[in-house]
C-alpha cells in the first residue's frame, strides 16, 4: 500500500457513525460523515430515556451532535447516499449524491417562520407518523445542523411552481432556494465505517397483534415518542384513539424477533427486555396519576447486561407486573380498551383489559441500506446483518470498510458506542502514518494584554431578522446599552451571526479597542463559540465574552408582550454587562502528553489493546500479575460462534511478544500511581517508575467456584460436577471420556442473579448451550437437559439457543422458589427440578452436571480502583464514565477500561471494547497536549481552612489537600468547572474563573435594578 | 460525703496529672473556676501541678473543642507556607468532653482541624450543664455570690439570701433535649457510659414553631433577633465557625452588610446557622456565650432536625461516616423540588 | 369440506385438470363482474349480520384473501352498514369448534366448552343473522347458539345472496360461459 | 393566565432563576424555539450546574430584591458534571425547610428539575412560579434598601 | 394439577420420533414454550391439556399420556397456534398423526364411521340413486310453485359443464330445501354447472380420523370423477 489517506468515510449519523466520526477527527484524520436524513441523530434522538440510568436521551445525546456539527475535521454531508465506491483500503474512491435541502444552510437560522406559514401538513417519521410536520421542516427540535430542509415529495412549490411559496416570502434571511439541485461529490478515503444502524420491525403483517387494526396499539418505539416531551403529546402520555392517559398498559415481546414463522427473524433483538421495562418504569413517572399498571408478557426476560437486572428487580419491586406468557391475540374492548387472554405457565387461561398495549418491536436492516451493502459487495448473514466474526467483531468481509453498530446485530447504544470507537481504531491502525495529514487546524493572531485596561465593552443587539425585532424593540435595547457603565460601543445588526457581520464585529473590536463583548442575541448553547471565535480573531482572549439570550428566552416566549420582552432585553444586557465586567482573560490550558501507554492485564482485552497502539506506533507498556500472558481467555475452548480460543491466544500472544513497541512485564503490579491525563506517573511493583500519557485497566475478573453454600450443587463433593470453564478444559484436552455419556445436564444462573451476586453474568447461557451443543457432537445419542431461569441468547446467539432445541436438548425452567435439588443416588448423581409446564417433578441420572457459574470481579479491582481514582459498581466491577456514551472511559481523563473488569462479556465483545478503549487513549496519545478546561476552580490560601468539603464534592477528584499547607488544591488539568466546590465552601475560599460569585451577584444586582 | 461532681473532679485531676506527668500529653484542656459564680473558664494545665486547679461542675458550659486548633497548633514548630509539616509525632492535647463535645471533635477530625492521635480524650458522661441565666430568673436577678451544688441541687447564696433550687429545673435547653450524653470518641473514661436517651419530643421547640405560620414564624424570628448587636459572641463561641476570614467580614464577595440593619441581621443570623446544617452538635456554646439572650440555638435545632429526617444523619456520631452536605443518595428526598411536587399534585 | 379437498390434492400428489374454487371466491368474482347484481334494500329492518370464517376455508384454506371476498359479499346483500365485524377475525378467527371432526367425535361438554369462545364472540357482535359458510360451522355454530342461549340466526350465505338477487328485465342469462 | 391577558399595571414579580447549562438552559431555549409562552418575571441566570448554586446565591438574590428564586437542573442521574445536582438536592433541601422555618414563604424559593427536551415543562415551571408569587406579593423581608 | 412424577434415566420419545419421521417439518423439538398457542387455543383446558403441554409431554416421550388423552379429539386442528407461533409449529398436524396411531376401532366410533362411509361414497351412506332423486324432485316443485324459475336447472354428470359442483350430504339428506338457493344464484349468473351421480358429497371426514390412506382414496375419487366430466372448476360449496 501506498501512503495511505489521511481521511475516512462514515456512513450513517446515528450515534455509533457520530462517536466513530468524533474519535476519529480528533485523533488526526478527517472525516466526511454522510447521513440519509436532513439531520444526525438516529434512532437515539427518537428515544425518550434511556435504560438503565433513566438518562433523558435527547439530553445526553445533544452535546455529541453539537460537538460534531461544529466539528472542523468533520464535512457532515445530510440528506446524501452513496453512489458508488471504489478502490482498496487506504485509498478508496466514492461517489455521494447530496439531495437538495431547498434551504441555504448558511442563511437559515431556524426561526421556523417557513414551517410556521406551510400550508401542506405531512406525516410526520420522525414522531413515526404519530404526528404532522410541514413539507418545510426541521427533523426534530435538537437537529444538528439546526436548519430546515424542504421535503420535495410534499412541497406545493417544488411540485408546481408559481404556487405557494409562502416559506420563500416569510422567511427573513432569504435562505429558501426553490433552485437547489443534487450536488455529486467524489471523495478519496483511505477507510470507510458502516453504522447504518436498523429500522424497528413493523408489525403490521402480525394481524393477530392488532397493529394498524386496533387504534390503542402502539409499537415501542412509537411509544417512546408517546413519551418524550418534543413527541407528539408533549410529554403527556396519550393513547391513540381519545388521547386520554391510559392507565393499564401491556407489553407483549418478541414481536418480530425470536420468529423463524411470521416474521422470519430468528434472533433476538437484545434490547427490547430491557426498553420495555424502561417504558413502564418511565410510564408511570410519566402519569399524572403515577399508579399505572404496567404488564410485560414476555417469554425469557433479557437483562444481561451492567445494572439491568438490579432494574428488572427494582421495576418488579415497584409493583410492574411480568407475566412470563405470551398473548395470541389482541382484541378489541369496550370504550377502546383491549382485551388480552393468556395462559400463565401452568396451562391456566387468564383475561386482562388494558387501556394500550405497546409492541415491543425488533430490529432489523432496512432493505435500503441491505441494497448499499450489496453494492459495495459486503457480505450479510442469513439475517440480513452485516457479517462479522468473535475475532474481528468490526471488520466486514472487505478490507477498509468496517462496521458498528445495529448493522451487525441488535444492541444497545453502550455497546455501538464501543464498536464505533473499535471501528475507528481499525481505521486508525490502517492509516496512521497519514495522521493529520488532512486535517485542518485553526490560527489566530496573538491576544492583546488587556489586563490594565479599564473595561471597553462593546454591544451587539441582534434583531434575528424579524425573530427578535418584531417583539422586542432592537433600537431601545441598543440605545440603552450605549448608557451602562463600560459600554463604549453599541450596535444593532440584522443577524449578528452572518459572515459579514462577524468580520465587521472583529473590526469594531480592533477600532474601538474593545477589550469586553456582549453579544445580545440567541442561546449561547449554540453560538457561543462562533462569537467568541471571533474574539480570538479579533485578538482578545475568547473568554471575555458574554450573551443575552433575548430570542429563545425572551422574544420568542413573549411575543404578544413587546413592552415587556423590550424592559427584560434590557435587563439581560444589563445583566450581561455586569457580568463580562468582571470577565478576565483565561489561559487555554492544556497538558503536555507523555506519548505512551500503560496496559495494566494481559489477557485477552489487555493484549488487543496494546497490540491496538503499538501497531499505531504508540509505546505500550504491558503489565501482567502472573507469570503468563492470557488470562482468563486461556480456559475457552471456543467462540459461540465455533472458532478455538487457544490457537486465537497463542497467535495474540506471539504478537505482543514479538512488537518491539510493548514491553511485557510479568509477575507485576501497580504500587503507586499520580498525575493526571497526558502525564501519569506509575509505580510497579518491581520498582520501577513509568511514565504514561494514558493507561487501559484491562485486569479481568473470576470465575465463581460454589464450593459450598446454596448453589454448591456437590461441586468439589462429586468428581462429575463441572464449572463451565472446567468442562471447557477437557474439551481443550480433547478429553475422550464424554463422547461416552449417557445423560448431562447444566444447571444455569449458579450465584448469578442471586441475593449476594443479584446481576447476570451475561456469558453463561450462550457458552453451556454451546458446551452442550458440542456434548451433542460428540455423542448425538446423549440426553442433555439445561435447567435455567431465563435463556439469555441475546442477538444472534438465538440460534445457538434454536439449534440446540432442534437438537434435542431438553430446557426445562426452574426459579429460585424451585432449585433443582442434586444428591448421590447408589454412586450416580441424581437431580430432581419441577417442570412447571407439566407440573410434574423430573428426576434426571446425569453422569455430568455442569454448573453454569457466574463471574464475579477480583477482590483486589477495589484497590487498583482507588490508584486511578476509578468509581465502582456495588457489585465490585469497575465503572465507566458513563454508561450510555462513554462506556470505555473512566470519570478519570485518561484511564480507560475494557474487558471482564468491566462487566462480564463474551469474547467479542471483549475485543470490541478493547479496541475502543485503544480509540480512545489514541485521542490522547495522537497529540502532543490535550486541551483542559479553562472556566476551573481557584482556591484562596488565605481564605482555606482545608476543611476539605470541596474535596469531597468534587466528582473529578480535581481538589485535593495539599499535606504541606493543609489547604486545598486544584489540579486544572482535572477539574471540569462544574463549581460544586465552590458552593459547597463556606469560607468564599475556593471560586470559579469568570463564574465567581461576585460575578453571579453583580448578575443578580444587575436584574434587580430598574426592573 | 462528697458529691458527683467532687468525685468526677477528684478522678480528672487524677488523670490529667498522671498525663502530664508522664509527658504523654504537653498540656490538658479543662476548666477552672473563674471570678464570678456560675461562670467557668477553660483551662489549660501545662504541669502535674496545674492539674490540681481542674474542676468540673455543671457550669462547664462553654465547648472545649472551641480551643482544641489553636492550643494544638501552639506545640508545633513555626513554619512557612508550603513548608513540609514536620517529622515524627507532634506534641499530644488531653481535653475532658462530653457527648456533644466529643462529637464536635469528630467533625474537627473530618474537617482536618484537630488530628485524632494528637488527643487523649477523657470522656465523661454528661448529667446536663446548667443555665446561668435560668438560675438568674429564678431568684429573680439578685446578686449571687456562692453557689453551692449538690447531686440534684443547686443551693445559691447571694446579700441576704440563700436558696436552693433543683438542679434539673435550670439545666440548658440543649441539654435537656441531648439523646447522646455519651463521648462518641474517648481514649479514658471517668464514670460510666450512660446509653442514649430516649426523648421522643427532643425536637419540641422546633415544633412548635413550624406549627406557627410562615407571618407568624417570621416574627417570632426577627423579634427573636432583634436584640442583636452583631457581637459575633455566638460565632466567636462555636467550634464549628473556624473560617479565617468569617462572610460577614468579608468584602469580596460581600453577601451581607456590616451593620445592625434588620435585613443583613438576619441574613447573618441564617447564613450562620446554614453554615452549621449537618455539623452542629447541639453543645450550646453560642447561647451560652450570647449577651443579648438571643436564643438562636432554636435555629441550629432546626437544621439538625432537618438533616436527620431526611439523611438519617447527626453530625459527629462517627468519623467514618461522611458530613451530610458533602455526601449524597440518590434516592434523597425531593417532594420539595417543585416539578417533582407537581407531579404528586396531579395525583 | 374445502380444505379436504384443497390440501388432499396436494399433499398426496393427486393428478387432476380441474381448477379448485370455493363458492365464497365466486360469488365476489361475479359480483364484481356484474355477473350477479344484488341490492340490499330488502334490508330495510337493518338486520345485523355477522360472519363465521372457517378455519379449513380462510386460515388453513385461501387467507385473508377468501376471508375479503365473504365480507364483500355479505356486505353487498345486507347493506354495507349492516355489517359488524368479529375480533379475531379472518385468518385469525377462532375455530367454532365444530372442526376437526369434533362434531362426530361424540366429547359434546368438550365441543361446547370450546364453542363457548366462539358464542362469546359472535354474542359480543350484536348480530341478528351469522352467515356460516361452512356446514361443520352451521350447526357447531347452531348448536352453541342453542345450547347458550343465543338470539341469533345462523345461516349460509346463500340464503341471503339469493333474496338481494337483482334479476333483470332481460331475465336469467343462461349460457354465458 | 398569559401574558395578553396581563393588565395594564398590573404587578409583575421580579424573579431570578439559576438554570443549569446542560438541562434546564437548554429546556427554556427549547420552550422558546417551541413558543410556549411565560410570563416575562424571569431573570435567567447561566451557571454551570445547579451544583454551583450555594445558599448565599439565592439570599443575595431576595436581599437584592427579588420577589422569588427558582434553581432548576438537571433530573437525578443526569448531571452532565455525575452528581453536581445531588449535592445541590441535599443543600436546598435543608435551605428551603430552614427559609421556610424563620418565616420566608414557602413559595418564594422553588427548585425544579427540567431537562433539556422539557421546553414546555419549562414553560410550566415559569408560569406556576411566577403565580405562586404574584399571590404572595412583593417579598419584603429580605430585601435590602439600598 | 400435580403430575406423577417423570423419571428419565433415557428419554424415549417414540410417539415423537415416529412423527419426525412422518412429518419432518414438524418441528416438535423446536417449542420455546412460551405458551402462545395455548393462549389462542380454544381447547386449552380440555381434558387438562393445551397444546404447549401436549408438545411438552411429546418431548419428555410420556407417550402413554399422549396416546391416551382424548385431548386429540377436542383440538379440532384448526392450526390457529401455528399461525401466530413463534416456531410455526403446527399442533394439529400432530393432532392428526397421533390420532392415526389410535386403532380404528379405539377412534370414536361416529368418526370413523363417516369417514369409512364416505370411502364408500358419501359421508351419510344415502345411496347415490338417492341424491339424483332429491335434486330432481326439489327442482321439480320449485319449476313448478315458482313461475319466475320455470327453467332453473340442477343438472347431474353433464359431461363438459364448466363447473363441477359437490353438495354437501347434510343438504340431500336432512335439509333438501337448501340446495335450491345456490342453483337459483347459479341460474342467474348464468353457470354452466353440473353434479355428479356418485362422489358428490362436500364434506370428508376422512381428513379426521388421522389415516392418509382413507384421506388420499376419497379425494382420489372425488378428483377422477371431475376429471372423467371435463370440467374446468371444482367448485366447493364453503
Given at each position: 500500500m501506498t501512503t495511505p489517506r489521511g481521511s475516512v468515510l462514515v456512513v450513517g449519523g446515528g450515534i455509533a457513525g457520530v462517536q466513530a466520526a468524533l474519535d476519529l477527527a480528533d485523533s488526526g484524520f478527517y472525516v466526511h460523515l454522510v447521513e440519509r436524513s436532513s439531520a444526525i441523530g438516529g434512532s437515539m434522538s427518537q428515544l425518550d430515556k434511556t435504560f438503565p440510568t433513566n438518562d433523558c436521551s435527547a439530553c445526553i445525546l445533544s452535546p455529541k451532535l453539537v460537538e460534531c456539527g461544529r466539528h472542523l475535521n468533520i464535512n457532515l454531508l445530510t440528506l446524501s447516499e452513496i453512489l458508488s465506491l471504489s478502490g482498496e483500503p487506504g485509498s478508496f474512491k466514492v461517489k455521494i449524491r447530496q439531495n437538495p435541502r431547498y434551504v441555504d444552510v448558511e442563511k437559515c437560522i431556524a426561526c421556523g417562520s417557513c414551517a410556521e406559514k406551510c400550508p401542506k401538513k405531512v406525516p410526520d417519521e420522525f414522531d413515526l407518523g404519530l404526528d404532522t410536520r410541514k413539507a418545510i421542516y426541521l427533523r426534530y427540535p435538537q437537529a444538528v445542523p439546526l436548519k430546515y430542509a424542504i421535503d420535495p415529495e410534499h412541497c406545493i412549490y417544488l411540485k408546481k411552481p408559481g404556487r405557494c411559496g409562502f416559506c420563500e416570502k416569510v422567511c427573513p434571511a432569504g435562505a429558501i432556494n426553490f433552485k437547489d439541485t443534487p450536488k455529486e461529490y467524489e471523495l478519496e478515503v483511505g477507510s470507510v465505517i458502516l453504522a447504518l444502524g436498523f429500522r424497528p420491525y413493523s408489525p403490521e403483517s402480525l394481524d393477530f397483534t392488532g397493529y394498524k387494526r386496533l387504534k390503542n396499539v402502539v409499537t415501542s418505539m412509537e411509544f417512546e415518542r408517546v413519551l418524550s416531551p418534543s413527541g407528539p403529546c408533549m410529554g403527556h402520555m396519550e393513547r391513540p384513539s381519545d388521547h386520554q392517559e391510559p392507565k393499564r398498559i401491556a407489553w407483549l415481546q418478541c414481536i418480530g424477533s425470536r420468529d423463524i414463522n411470521r416474521a422470519c427473524h430468528g434472533y433476538c433483538s437484545s434490547i427490547c427486555c430491557m426498553q420495555a421495562i424502561k417504558q413502564a418504569v418511565i410510564s408511570r413517572e410519566h402519569s399524572a396519576s403515577g399508579d399505572v399498571d404496567a404488564t410485560i408478557f414476555y417469554m425469557d426476560m433479557r437483562t444481561y447486561g451492567k445494572g439491568f437486572e438490579a432494574y428488572y428487580e427494582r421495576a418488579k419491586a415497584e409493583g410492574i407486573r411480568f407475566k412470563r406468557a405470551r398473548v395470541h391475540t389482541v382484541c378489541p374492548a369496550t370504550g377502546d380498551n383491549l382485551r388480552v387472554r393468556y395462559a400463565d405457565?401452568?396451562?391456566?387461561?387468564?383475561?386482562d383489559e388494558f387501556d394500550l398495549v405497546v409492541l415491543s418491536v425488533g430490529l432489523e436492516t432496512d432493505p435500503q441500506v441491505m441494497r448499499l451493502l450489496h453494492d459495495m459487495g459486503i457480505e450479510v448473514d442469513a439475517d440480513s446483518f452485516a457479517e462479522t466474526t468473535c475475532f474481528r467483531p468490526v471488520e466486514t468481509s472487505k478490507k477498509g470498510i468496517y462496521v458498528c453498530g445495529a448493522l451487525a446485530e441488535p444492541k444497545d447504544i453502550p455497546q455501538s458506542v464501543v464498536e464505533a470507537s473499535a471501528a475507528a481504531l481499525e481505521a486508525e491502525r490502517l492509516l496512521h502514518v497519514s495522521r493529520w495529514t488532512e486535517t485542518k487546524k485553526k490560527e489566530f493572531p496573538p491576544e492583546r494584554d488587556v489586563h490594565a485596561e479599564p473595561p471597553r465593552i462593546g454591544v451587539f443587539v441582534c434583531s434575528c431578522g424579524i425573530n427578535i425585532a418584531s417583539v422586542v424593540d432592537v433600537q431601545a435595547v441598543t440605545d440603552y446599552a450605549w448608557t451602562l457603565p463600560g459600554v463604549v460601543f453599541a450596535q444593532n445588526n440584522l443577524f449578528t451571526c452572518s459572515q459579514d457581520t462577524i468580520n465587521q464585529m472583529a473590526e469594531t473590536i480592533k477600532k474601538e479597542r474593545l477589550n469586553r463583548v456582549v453579544v445580545a442575541s440567541c442561546t449561547p448553547r449554540t453560538h457561543e463559540a462562533l462569537f467568541q471565535e471571533t474574539l480570538?480573531?479579533?485578538?482578545?482572549?475568547?473568554?471575555?465574552?458574554?450573551?443575552?439570550?433575548?430570542?429563545?428566552?425572551?422574544?420568542?416566549?413573549?411575543?404578544?408582550?413587546?413592552?415587556?420582552?423590550?424592559?427584560?432585553?434590557?435587563?439581560?444586557?444589563?445583566m450581561a454587562v455586569a457580568k463580562v465586567r468582571g470577565d478576565e482573560p483565561l489561559p487555554y490550558n492544556s497538558v503536555p502528553v507523555t506519548k505512551s501507554a500503560l496496559v495494566i492485564g494481559a489477557g485477552i482485552a489487555g493484549m488487543t489493546a496494546?497490540?491496538?497502539l503499538a501497531d499505531q506506533g504508540f509505546p505500550v507498556t504491558l503489565i501482567e500479575r502472573k507469570d503468563r500472558l492470557g488470562g482468563h481467555g486461556r480456559k475457552f475452548f471456543r467462540t459461540w460462534q465455533g472458532q478455538q480460543v487457544q490457537p486465537y491466544l497463542d497467535e495474540l500472544v506471539q504478537m505482543v511478544e514479538a512488537n518491539d513497541k510493548i514491553n511485557v512485564r510479568v509477575k507485576t503490579t501497580i504500587e503507586e500511581v499520580s498525575g493526571s491525563v497526558g502525564q501519569f506517573k506509575t509505580k510497579l511493583s518491581d520498582g520501577t517508575e513509568l511514565e504514561h500519557g494514558v493507561a487501559i485497566v484491562a485486569v479481568g475478573a473470576e470465575s465463581y467456584k460454589p464450593r459450598e453454600g446454596k448453589w454448591n450443587y456437590l461441586y468439589g463433593k462429586n468428581p462429575n460436577v463441572h464449572t463451565l470453564l472446567e468442562l471447557d478444559q477437557r474439551f481443550i484436552e480433547d478429553d475422550q471420556g464424554l463422547s461416552g455419556l449417557n445423560q448431562a445436564v447444566f444447571i444455569h444462573c449458579v450465584g448469578s442473579r442471586v441475593p449476594e451476586r443479584p446481576y447476570c453474568s451475561r456469558v453463561c447461557c450462550t457458552h453451556a448451550i454451546d458446551q452442550a451443543l458440542h456434548l451433542k457432537d460428540l455423542n448425538p445419542d446423549m440426553d442433555i437437559f439445561m435447567i435455567y431461569r431465563d435463556i439469555r441468547t441475546y442477538g444472534k446467539r438465538e440460534h445457538l439457543y434454536q439449534k440446540a432445541r432442534a437438537k434435542g436438548i431438553i430446557f426445562i425452567r426452574y426459579d429460585l422458589e424451585n432449585l433443582p435439588r442434586v444428591s448421590e443416588d447408589s454412586g450416580g448423581l441424581k437431580l430432581e427440578v419441577r417442570d412447571p409446564i407439566v407440573g410434574a417433578d423430573i428426576t434426571l441420572h446425569p453422569d455430568l452436571l455442569v454448573l453454569a457459574s457466574a463471574v464475579r470481579p477480583r477482590d483486589d479491582v477495589g484497590e487498583l480502583s482507588k490508584l486511578f481514582k476509578c468509581a465502582m459498581t456495588s457489585e465490585g466491577f469497575l465503572l465507566e464514565a458513563h454508561m450510555k456514551l462513554r462506556p470505555v472511559d473512566f470519570a478519570t481523563d485518561g484511564v480507560y477500561l475494557a474487558g471482564l473488569c468491566h462487566y462480564p462479556k463474551p469474547v467479542e465483545e471483549t475485543i470490541s471494547q478493547a479496541k475502543a478503549a485503544a480509540s480512545r487513549a489514541g485521542l490522547v496519545l495522537s497529540r502532543d497536549a490535550v486541551p483542559a478546561?479553562?472556566?476551573?476552580?481557584?482556591?484562596?490560601?488565605?481564605?482555606?481552612?482545608?476543611?476539605?468539603?470541596?474535596?469531597?464534592?468534587c466528582a473529578y477528584h480535581a481538589v485535593n489537600m495539599d499535606p504541606n499547607t493543609g489547604k486545598a488544591v486544584v489540579d486544572t488539568g482535572l477539574c471540569k468547572g462544574c463549581g460544586a466546590c465552590v458552593a459547597g465552601c463556606r469560607s468564599d475560599a475556593i471560586t470559579l474563573k469568570n463564574i465567581g460569585n461576585e460575578q453571579l451577584m453583580a448578575a443578580v444586582e444587575a436584574a434587580m435594578e430598574d426592573f | 460525703m462528697s458529691t458527683m461532681n467532687e468525685k468526677i473532679t477528684e478522678e480528672l485531676r487524677q488523670k490529667a496529672r498522671q498525663l502530664l506527668e508522664s509527658g504523654r500529653v504537653a498540656a490538658f484542656l479543662g476548666y477552672a473556676s473563674g471570678s464570678v459564680p456560675m461562670v467557668m473558664r477553660p483551662f489549660v494545665a501545662r504541669t502535674p501541678e496545674d492539674a490540681d486547679r481542674l474542676e468540673w461542675n455543671s457550669f462547664c458550659v462553654l465547648n472545649l473543642a472551641n480551643y482544641l486548633p489553636a492550643l494544638l497548633k501552639s506545640f508545633e514548630p513555626p513554619r512557612r507556607p508550603n513548608e513540609p509539616p514536620p517529622q515524627g509525632p507532634l506534641p499530644k492535647v488531653g481535653v475532658v468532653a462530653t457527648g456533644c463535645w466529643s462529637r464536635n471533635m469528630v467533625v474537627q477530625i473530618q474537617e482536618n482541624q484537630v488530628e485524632r492521635e494528637r488527643l487523649v480524650i477523657i470522656g465523661i458522661s454528661s448529667r446536663g450543664m446548667v443555665d446561668r441565666k435560668k438560675v438568674q430568673a429564678l431568684i429573680a436577678h439578685r446578686d449571687v455570690t456562692a453557689v453551692k451544688e449538690g447531686d440534684n441541687t443547686l443551693v445559691v447564696a447571694g446579700p441576704g439570701f440563700e436558696e436552693e433550687i433543683n438542679r434539673w429545673d435550670v439545666v440548658r435547653d440543649n441539654c435537656k433535649s441531648c439523646v447522646h450524653p455519651d463521648p462518641v470518641?474517648?481514649?479514658d473514661m471517668i464514670g460510666e457510659l450512660k446509653g442514649e436517651r430516649d426523648l421522643p419530643d427532643r425536637f419540641s421547640q422546633v415544633e412548635e414553631i413550624e406549627a406557627l405560620s410562615a407571618q407568624e414564624r417570621w416574627k417570632w424570628f426577627t423579634s427573636e433577633i432583634q436584640s442583636c448587636?452583631?457581637?459575633?459572641?455566638?460565632?466567636?463561641?462555636?467550634?464549628?465557625?473556624?473560617?479565617?476570614?468569617?462572610?460577614?467580614?468579608?468584602?469580596?464577595?460581600?453577601?451581607?452588610?456590616?451593620?445592625?440593619?434588620?435585613?443583613?441581621?438576619?441574613?447573618?443570623?441564617?447564613?450562620?446557622?446554614?453554615?452549621?446544617?449537618g455539623r452542629c452538635t447541639d453543645c450550646g456554646s453560642c447561647e451560652s456565650a450570647c449577651p443579648m439572650g438571643i436564643?438562636?440555638?432554636?435555629?441550629?435545632?432546626?437544621?439538625?432536625?432537618?438533616?436527620?429526617?431526611?439523611?438519617?444523619?447527626?453530625?459527629?456520631m462517627s468519623v467514618q461516616e461522611p458530613l451530610p452536605l458533602t455526601t449524597y443518595k440518590k434516592d434523597d428526598p425531593q417532594d420539595f423540588i417543585l416539578t417533582e411536587s407537581l407531579k404528586g399534585e396531579k395525583k | 369440506m374445502f380444505f379436504a379437498t384443497l390440501e388432499g390434492l396436494r399433499r398426496f400428489n393427486i393428478p387432476h385438470k380441474f381448477e379448485f374454487v370455493s363458492i365464497i371466491s365466486l360469488y365476489a368474482k361475479w359480483l364484481r363482474e356484474g355477473r350477479l347484481k344484488v341490492d340490499p334494500a330488502w334490508n330495510k329492518d337493518g338486520l345485523k349480520f355477522t360472519v363465521q370464517d372457517p378455519c379449513k376455508l380462510v386460515r388453513q384454506g385461501l387467507g385473508d384473501v377468501v376471508a375479503e371476498d365473504l365480507r364483500y359479499v355479505i356486505k353487498k346483500v345486507a347493506g354495507e352498514e349492516n355489517f359488524i365485524d368479529v375480533w379475531p377475525r379472518m385468518s385469525n378467527?377462532?375455530?367454532?369448534?365444530?372442526?376437526?371432526?369434533?362434531?362426530?367425535?361424540?366429547?359434546?361438554?368438550?365441543?361446547?366448552?370450546?364453542?363457548?369462545?366462539?358464542?362469546?364472540?359472535?354474542?359480543?357482535?350484536?348480530?341478528?343473522?351469522?352467515?356460516?359458510?361452512?356446514?361443520?360451522?352451521?350447526?357447531?355454530?347452531?348448536?352453541?347458539c342453542d345450547f347458550y342461549g343465543g338470539k341469533w340466526k345462523t345461516t349460509h350465505l346463500w340464503n341471503w345472496l339469493e333474496k338481494a338477487l337483482v334479476i333483470d328485465d332481460s331475465g336469467v342469462q343462461a349460457g354465458k360461459d | 393566565m398569559n401574558e395578553t391577558e396581563r393588565k395594564q399595571g398590573e404587578w409583575e414579580p421580579k424573579i431570578i432563576a439559576f438554570l443549569c447549562n446542560w438541562c434546564s438552559y437548554a429546556g427554556a431555549d427549547l420552550a422558546g424555539v417551541s413558543r410556549y409562552q411565560y410570563p416575562p418575571s424571569l431573570r435567567i441566570v447561566r451557571v454551570p450546574c445547579s451544583g454551583r448554586v450555594s445558599a448565599n446565591m439565592i439570599l443575595d438574590a431576595l436581599r437584592s430584591g427579588a420577589d422569588g428564586v427558582l434553581v432548576s437542573g438537571c433530573h437525578p442521574g443526569d448531571c452532565h458534571y455525575i452528581s453536581g445536582n445531588y449535592y445541590a438536592r441535599r443543600r436546598f433541601a435543608i435551605l428551603k425547610r430552614f427559609l421556610e422555618f424563620v418565616g420566608i414563604e414557602s413559595d418564594r424559593v422553588n427548585f425544579s428539575w427540567i431537562s433539556a427536551s422539557e421546553g414546555e415543562q419549562f414553560a410550566q415551571v415559569a408560569t406556576e412560579v411566577t403565580e405562586r408569587v404574584k399571590r404572595l406579593g412583593p417579598a419584603r423581608h429580605l430585601v435590602k434598601e439600598f | 394439577m400435580q403430575e406423577k412424577n417423570i423419571d428419565l434415566e433415557r428419554i424415549r420419545a417414540a410417539v415423537k420420533q415416529k412423527i419426525e419421521e412422518a412429518v419432518p417439518e414438524a418441528k416438535i423439538n423446536y417449542c420455546l414454550t412460551c405458551g402462545l398457542c395455548a393462549s389462542g387455543c380454544p381447547a386449552t383446558g380440555l381434558e387438562d391439556m393445551d397444546p404447549r403441554k401436549f408438545l411438552r409431554l411429546l418431548v419428555l416421550g410420556q407417550d402413554e399420556q399422549i396416546l391416551e388423552t382424548n385431548w386429540i379429539y377436542a383440538c379440532t386442528m384448526c392450526q390457529r397456534c401455528k399461525y401466530a407461533c413463534p416456531m410455526g409449529i403446527d399442533v394439529g398436524r400432530i393432532v392428526y398423526e397421533i390420532r392415526g396411531m389410535r386403532p380404528r376401532e379405539e377412534r370414536p366410533r361416529n368418526l370413523q364411521r363417516s369417514c369409512d362411509l364416505q370411502r364408500q361414497n358419501n359421508s351419510t351412506g344415502i345411496p347415490n340413486e338417492d341424491f339424483v332423486w332429491v335434486v330432481n324432485d326439489v327442482l321439480e316443485e320449485v319449476r313448478e310453485n315458482e313461475p319466475q324459475w320455470k327453467d332453473l336447472t340442477a343438472p347431474i354428470d353433464k359431461k363438459g359443464a364448466t363447473y363441477y359442483l359437490n353438495q354437501n350430504a347434510k343438504e340431500p339428506t336432512v335439509e333438501p330445501e337448501e340446495m335450491v338457493p345456490l342453483w337459483k344464484i347459479l341460474h342467474v349468473a348464468g353457470i354452466d354447472w353440473t353434479y355428479s351421480s356418485e362422489w358428490w358429497d362436500g364434506a370428508n371426514y376422512c381428513l379426521f380420523t388421522g389415516d392418509p390412506e382413507d384421506w388420499e382414496y376419497t379425494v382420489r375419487k372425488q378428483a377422477e370423477v371431475v376429471d372423467s366430466l371435463g370440467c374446468r372448476y371444482y367448485i366447493n360449496t364453503e
Open positions: 405457565e401452568e396451562g391456566k387461561i387468564r383475561e480570538r480573531e479579533a485578538g482578545i482572549n475568547k473568554y471575555l465574552f458574554e450573551m443575552a439570550n433575548i430570542r429563545d428566552q425572551d422574544s420568542w416566549v413573549h411575543q404578544h408582550d413587546p413592552e415587556a420582552a423590550t424592559q427584560k432585553a434590557k435587563d439581560l444586557v444589563r496494546a497490540l491496538s478546561e479553562s472556566i476551573t476552580a481557584q482556591v484562596n490560601l488565605q481564605k482555606c481552612t482545608g476543611c476539605s468539603v470541596c474535596t469531597q464534592v | 470518641i474517648f481514649d448587636i452583631r457581637c459575633y459572641a455566638c460565632r466567636n463561641a462555636c467550634p464549628l465557625c473556624y473560617c479565617p476570614t468569617c462572610f460577614v467580614d468579608d468584602s469580596r464577595p460581600q453577601w451581607v452588610g456590616k451593620s445592625i440593619d434588620s435585613v443583613d441581621t438576619a441574613i447573618f443570623h441564617i447564613l450562620r446557622a446554614y453554615h452549621c446544617a436564643r438562636m440555638r432554636i435555629l441550629t435545632k432546626k437544621l439538625q432536625k432537618d438533616v436527620l429526617q431526611l439523611y438519617g444523619i447527626e453530625a459527629g | 378467527n377462532y375455530c367454532c369448534g365444530g372442526g376437526g371432526g369434533s362434531l362426530q367425535a361424540g366429547f359434546v361438554e368438550n365441543r361446547r366448552k370450546y364453542g363457548k369462545l366462539k358464542f362469546d364472540q359472535l354474542s359480543a357482535t350484536g348480530a341478528d343473522v351469522v352467515i356460516t359458510p361452512c356446514h361443520n360451522c352451521h350447526t357447531q355454530v347452531i348448536d352453541i | - | -
